[in-house]
């Protein structure tokens, strides 16, 4: 297949791995149907058709077949980790009180907390269906795993998202929890099935643990930095009362009146007009979201080092632009 430079990364990957999403497309349709509760498709397919990039599912296609596998499992591995997405979405909205995603109506909003919180619940218990048929019970674990550290990293972000004494090292404990940890099993199971040895599912892991803590990095700088591939408006983090890597680094080098300033307007709530500018400019002072851009880079680079000790493929190449692109937006 001839590769279109123009083409985003994430694009050329979808294209050569069409037909295995094809696959994943259809098995997702026919494992969120419910024979008895009609509403559990018309919330799942509300969220799933909505236009998302389905970067999860790809990276366990990704790894499978740049890992040589022949089977049909990293089809239901692929449905497996987009169900474990969709339920923590639609348990995200729910808790965050969200209105839109991807540029739509929430689920909660048109229809209600409660659908919402029983639709994601319905999903996961699908996904374990689905990771159950591999018939392997490594990829079971990891997953498994996975889902208990996604809902850890949730709660976990619940007690310290306003709490001013959150340290980079939480910060980045939610980050593997809520982010990176669904990217790095991803990648792993890919290599799991294909049989390949530990060293090489070591790096499947590393390069989607890395990969994922720089999406969460970067999607937190755009915030106040503002791009349209976010499809948030800058200072939404600020105005939710979000502390995140940015905001934790300028809290750490702050005088007394500015982490005054922090505290109520992130701690209390008490947000006035203007109180977003001022935020920038000490983001700026700082050299914060300077900071937190080379930290973004510093993972990709590790990313980039795990997928150098994989095999070359044409889907290696992919790979490593797709990692590239991640800070693309920053740099």
Not at 263 to 280: C, F, N, P, V, W
Not at 293 to 310: F, G, H, S, Y
Request: overall charge negative; some cysteine; glycine content about 6%.
């Amino acid at each position: 297949m001839l590769d279109k430079p123009s083409q985003k990364p994430h694009d050329r990957l979808a294209e050569i791995l069409s037909e295995d999403m094809v696959e994943v497309n259809a098995l997702i349709h026919t494992r969120m149907a419910s024979k008895h509760a009609p509403r559990i498709p018309e919330v799942t397919a509300h969220l799933v058709e909505a236009g998302g990039k389905r970067l999860r599912p790809m990276l366990t296609l990704a790894a499978a077949r740049m890992c040589g596998y022949e089977g049909d499992n990293h089809v239901k591995l692929a449905a497996t980790v987009e169900f474990i997405h969709t339920a923590t979405l639609l348990h995200d909205d729910v808790v965050d009180e969200s209105e839109k995603r991807r540029g739509r109506p929430t689920a909660n909003l048109l229809w209600d907390n409660k659908s919402s919180v029983l639709v994601g619940d319905y999903l996961f218990a699908r996904s374990f269906q689905l990771m159950t048929e591999t018939n392997n019970i490594r990829v079971l674990r990891i997953l498994s795993d996975a889902a208990a550290t996604i809902a850890e990293g949730e709660v976990l972000q619940m007690t310290a998202a306003q709490d001013l004494r959150t340290t980079e090292d939480i910060y980045l404990q939610v980050v593997r929890g809520k982010t990176a940890a669904l990217f790095s099993a991803a990648t792993e199971v890919g290599g799991v099935i294909a049989d390949m040895d530990e060293a090489k599912i070591k790096a499947l892991f590393d390069y989607g643990d890395a990969l994922g803590i720089a999406f969460q990095i970067v999607d937190d700088l755009l915030d106040y930095w503002g791009s349209d591939a976010t499809g948030k408006n800058v200072g939404d983090d600020f105005r939710e009362r979000k502390l995140t890597l940015p905001v934790i680094k300028a809290v750490a080098k702050g005088d007394d009146e500015e982490r005054a300033f922090w505290k109520r307007t992130i701690e209390k709530g008490r947000q006035e007009d203007g109180d977003l500018e001022h935020a920038i400019g000490l983001l700026n002072k700082h050299g914060t979201l300077e900071a937190t851009r080379a930290e973004a880079n510093d993972w990709i680079a590790k990313a980039r080092a795990a997928l150098a000790t994989l095999p070359e493929h044409p889907i290696r190449g992919m790979l490593d632009d797709l990692a590239d692109y991640v800070v693309a937006r920053v740099n």
